[in-house]
């Protein structure tokens, strides 16, 4: 019963998740193929643009701004909009901030946690408030597994 209900739960997110890509597409968002996009992550698209890539992982807890509401303020010429792009094979770790006019590598790792708020280059492992390049991945790069595992 328990391995039942557990399956159901996970094709019910799955239908979810589905949805919610439609919803982001509709809205403007450009995602690519086999990206998934936590139920619990938020994409902001105010004013801006979001361009995410093929095979993403962005967990829960993640906002992804487009936009600055207060930019006005410190520079009355700005108007606030802007753009977040993210590469190919991208992972966000939970609760990470993608602020505005930022671009994300292919192949690299955001860490738990994180407040992006300047340029990511390829093939990197970043971390922090504000974001520090922790280390650089070696090529080949490898790829997020196309289908998780089930380890029970």
């Given at each position: 019963?328990?391995?039942?209900?557990?399956?159901?739960?996970?094709?019910?997110?799955?239908?979810?998740r589905?949805?919610k890509?439609?919803?982001?597409?509709?809205?403007?968002?450009?995602?690519?193929?086999?990206?998934?996009?936590?139920?619990?992550?938020?994409?902001?698209?105010?004013?801006?643009?979001?361009?995410?890539?093929?095979h993403c992982?962005?967990?829960?807890?993640?906002?992804?701004?487009?936009?600055?509401?207060a930019?006005?303020?410190?520079?009355?010429?700005?108007?606030?909009?802007?753009?977040?792009?993210?590469?190919?094979?991208?992972?966000?770790?939970?609760?990470?901030?993608?602020?505005?006019?930022?671009?994300?590598?292919?192949?690299?790792?955001?860490?738990?946690?994180?407040?992006?708020?300047?340029?990511?280059?390829?093939?990197?492992?970043?971390?922090?408030?504000?974001?520090?390049?922790?280390?650089?991945?070696?090529?080949?790069?490898?790829?997020?597994?196309?289908?998780?595992?089930?380890?029970?």
């Amino acid at each position: 019963m328990n391995t039942f209900l557990r399956k159901m739960v996970h094709y019910v997110g799955n239908l979810l998740r589905f949805f919610k890509l439609i919803f982001l597409r509709s809205s403007g968002v450009k995602i690519g193929k086999n990206t998934m996009i936590s139920l619990g992550a938020k994409i902001d698209l105010r004013r801006g643009k979001v361009v995410i890539g093929d095979h993403c992982l962005i967990t829960h807890g993640c906002y992804i701004l487009s936009h600055d509401g207060a930019a006005h303020v410190i520079d009355p010429d700005d108007s606030g909009t802007g753009y977040v792009t993210i590469g190919d094979h991208v992972f966000i770790g939970v609760n990470t901030v993608v602020m505005r006019n930022v671009t994300i590598g292919s192949h690299s790792i955001i860490g738990s946690c994180s407040v992006v708020n300047r340029d990511i280059p390829e093939g990197v492992v970043a971390a922090g408030n504000p974001i520090k390049i922790l280390r650089k991945l070696e090529k080949p790069y490898r790829p997020l597994p196309m289908k998780h595992t089930d380890l029970s």
